[in-house]
């Protein structure tokens, strides 16, 4: 599929195999397999997040998906580099973070290091090379060669994230099948990989089509997109599909917390901020109490993906006692909440936007 079909706005959606061009994002830490069958079965393209699984948890989850639907679907991996533990750094912010230690009577010396999410590695490529996933998407740019080339191996289409047209091209270089323009209204974390400035990060109708014009592949749309109207206007901007995060986060398949999901229903959700202090990479989330005493970006946290360490206790108690103020509570910019209970509705209303 090339640049010269995305005028067809259902080219992605046969070359996807599914009825509408339509992708649920992988969201780790707010879904399990449950949404992505849910998604496919209703003709988008499910994914399953993997960051946060084990290969172990990997195979089972496919396992899950296959035996439930035999729809493509996704499965999307980080590729960050995984940092050298700082100990300075590390204890600066256990630091920062005393006093709300203090607050709920956390000892700071029981609090395990280590990271919480793992980037695609050989382990993984083992584990897929078994089932074949018919796409594979990635964010944080590229895994190695030799390892997206196992992946290519197999058949499967492969997609990534861009924030930015010089990440974009990047992508196409590299091997990118289809590109993710991701705006900066996009709930989660950036996919930000070539720089770690975030004035670079433009809205998703400026992004989409200047990497329209600048691209060879299928560009998707993602980012504040929340409705049948919103798909409209990305299509008509030249994307080739869209993908839908915020929205599947109020599925009954969702995996949220009742606090998260109470916040996404409320008015704390018109107001969202870029923040990294809950994992130490820029993502957006709904401004909570810890967000506004902290800056939402700040130089304490430690390295992507070390920095929940710390924090976990605190959204551990906090959360104990009905409180969102120490959690991510991530969200676009455009929450709607009226599409439906089940990830099938959801999914019928946003095709809307494709009927004839």
């Not at 050298?84 to 709300?100: C, G, H, S, V």
């Amino acid at each position: 599929m090339d640049h010269r079909t995305q005028g067809d706005r259902m080219q992605l959606a046969q070359w996807l195999n599914i009825d509408f061009p339509l992708i649920q994002a992988p969201m780790a830490g707010s879904q399990d397999s449950r949404l992505a069958i849910a998604v496919s079965n209703a003709g988008g393209l499910g994914s399953l997040p993997c960051a946060m699984l084990t290969p172990e948890a990997l195979h089972a989850s496919l396992q899950e998906i296959q035996a439930e639907t035999r729809r493509p679907y996704n499965v999307n991996f980080f590729c960050h580099e995984t940092p050298t533990p700082d100990a300075q750094r590390e204890a600066a912010w256990r630091q920062a973070l005393q006093p709300y230690y203090d607050e709920f009577g956390i000892d700071p010396a029981d609090i395990p290091t280590g990271p919480g999410r793992a980037p695609f590695s050989p382990e993984f490529a083992d584990v897929l090379q078994d089932f074949k996933p018919p796409v594979v998407s990635f964010h944080f740019g590229l895994p190695a060669p030799d390892l997206l080339a196992r992946v290519k191996s197999w058949g499967s289409k492969v997609l990534s994230s861009a924030t930015t047209v010089e990440e974009a091209l990047w992508l196409e270089k590299h091997g990118a099948d289809a590109v993710i323009a991701q705006g900066l209204e996009a709930g989660g974390h950036r996919g930000m990989f070539l720089t770690d400035d975030v004035t670079t990060q433009i809205g998703t109708f400026a992004l989409v089509p200047q990497l329209v014009k600048a691209l060879n592949v299928p560009v998707i749309a993602a980012g504040g997109i929340a409705d049948a109207a919103g798909v409209k206007a990305a299509m008509a901007l030249g994307a080739a599909g869209v993908q839908i995060g915020t929205a599947y986060l109020l599925a009954e398949e969702s995996t949220i917390s009742a606090i998260h999901r109470a916040a996404l229903k409320s008015e704390a959700a018109r107001h969202t901020a870029l923040t990294n202090l809950f994992s130490g990479r820029p993502a957006r989330g709904i401004v909570n109490r810890f967000m506004r005493e902290m800056g939402p970006l700040s130089a304490l946290p430690p390295a992507f993906p070390l920095a929940p360490a710390g924090m976990t206790p605190l959204r551990t108690q906090a959360e104990a006692q009905a409180s969102g103020d120490f959690s991510p509570l991530w969200s676009g910019q455009h929450v709607n909440t009226s599409l439906g209970e089940s990830a099938a509705e959801i999914t019928k209303s946003l095709a809307q936007a494709f009927a004839a």
